[in-house]
């Protein structure tokens, strides 16, 4: 199996910055594409950035400009650093993996963390 921590997240006032970080651990597995999901309360979970194992990057149009995915393949992490954050920000966001885990067989799973909050006052 493969494990998914988040870390970074908090209250933050618009216009302000954070930056996630998501560490993936575990045993004899291979992670594809990560990315960034957010659900906010009331509404469904948006992808907010993805980014493959070779870099290629995607962004919801919401925050493209603002927030930045990146990627540390050998250390199996990624983070997004969000700029001029705002109200319409707040969820929570959830990092994910698809992943092979080679102890199972070699179908690509989806991943989750447990997820970490974004508080953008006004």
């Known amino acids: 199996q493969v494990q998914l921590v988040e870390s970074g997240g908090g209250l933050v006032q618009a216009g302000g910055s954070l930056r996630l970080s998501c560490g993936a651990s575990?045993?004899?597995?291979?992670?594809?594409?990560m990315g960034w999901y957010r659900q906010a309360p009331g509404k469904q979970r948006e992808l907010v950035a993805a980014i493959t194992s070779a870099g290629v990057t995607d962004y919801a149009d919401t925050v493209k400009g603002r927030f930045t995915i990146s990627r540390a393949n050998a250390k199996n992490t990624v983070s997004l650093q969000m700029n001029s954050l705002k109200p319409e920000d707040t969820a929570a966001y959830y990092c994910?993996?698809?992943?092979?885990?080679?102890?199972?067989?070699?179908?690509?799973?989806?991943?989750w963390g447990q997820g970490t909050q974004v508080t953008v006052s006004s």
């Open positions: 994910n993996a698809d992943a092979v885990v080679y102890s199972i067989d070699l179908n690509v799973r989806s991943y």
């Open positions: 575990g045993t004899g597995f291979s992670i594809n594409a």
